[in-house]
Each structure stands twice: as C-alpha cells, then as structure tokens.
C-alpha cells in the first residue's frame, strides 16, 4: 500500500547533473515529509534534502546546498531532486523516504524523524 520508487541515477561526469524521482502512492495524511539520503560505502546514512508536502519547507545539507534543488509535483505524487555541479564525492545510493513534519511544518533531515523507504538508485559521479 505504501510505496516509494526512486529512478533517474546513473553514471555522470564530475560538473555533470542528474535528476532523480521519488514517486509516492498510498500515503494519504494531510501533511507530511519527503527526504532525499544518501549513503556512500563505508559510511552512515545522511540526509540530503527534504520537502513538505505543501513545498514551503525545503531543507538541505551544507555540502549539497546552491547545488542541488528539491521540488515537488503533487498532482503526480512525485519528487524531485535536480543534481547540478555534481562531485565525486556525491557518489552514493540515493533513498527517497517518507516522515514527519515538526512543528509549523517544517522537514528535517534527521533519521529518526522518518518511517518509509525506497529502494533506492545509484548515483555514481566519475571521470
């Protein structure tokens, strides 16, 4: 019932760009987050990027921020994340995740605060 597919990964030259999808179905609250995370081999989990579902509250790490932008489409039940100016090190399996809004309505990009995963997609960024 509850499903998040992530597509649009691959193999990318550094200064490159990607767009990924996370497409959403059977979660029907009136508010909630969408998460983008990565994780590279060897290392923890880290949040990259978040949305409400209203879109008035976008959140991003330090080491993404001015580079990456996320969006939505609601009326097709799908995120994006637009990659720009991509460096090695955002090499990485790419999750989409569905989780909580605190207070006011704002996304976070702490773990904890979410309960739904994807699949994920493979982001690998080379020369």
């Known amino acids: 019932q509850l499903e998040l597919v992530e597509s649009g990964g691959g193999l990318v030259q550094p200064g490159g760009s990607l767009r990924l999808s996370c497409a959403a179905s059977?979660?029907?609250?009136?508010?909630?987050?969408i998460g983008w995370f990565r994780q590279a081999p060897g290392k923890e989990r880290e949040g990259v990027s978040c949305?409400?579902?209203?879109?008035?509250?976008?959140n991003y790490a330090d080491s993404v921020k001015g580079r990456f932008t996320i969006s939505r489409d609601n009326a097709k039940n799908t995120v994006y994340l637009q990659m720009n100016s991509l460096k090695p090190e955002d090499t990485a399996i790419y999750y989409c995740?569905?989780?909580?809004?605190?207070?006011?309505?704002?996304?976070?990009?702490?773990?904890?605060?979410?309960?739904?995963w994807g699949q994920g997609t493979q982001v690998t960024v080379s020369s």
């Open positions: 059977g979660f029907t609250s009136d508010n909630y987050a």
């Open positions: 949305i409400s579902k209203s879109g008035d509250s976008t």
């Open positions: 995740a569905h989780g909580r809004l605190l207070l006011f309505s704002v996304c976070v990009l702490t773990l904890k605060d979410y309960y739904y």
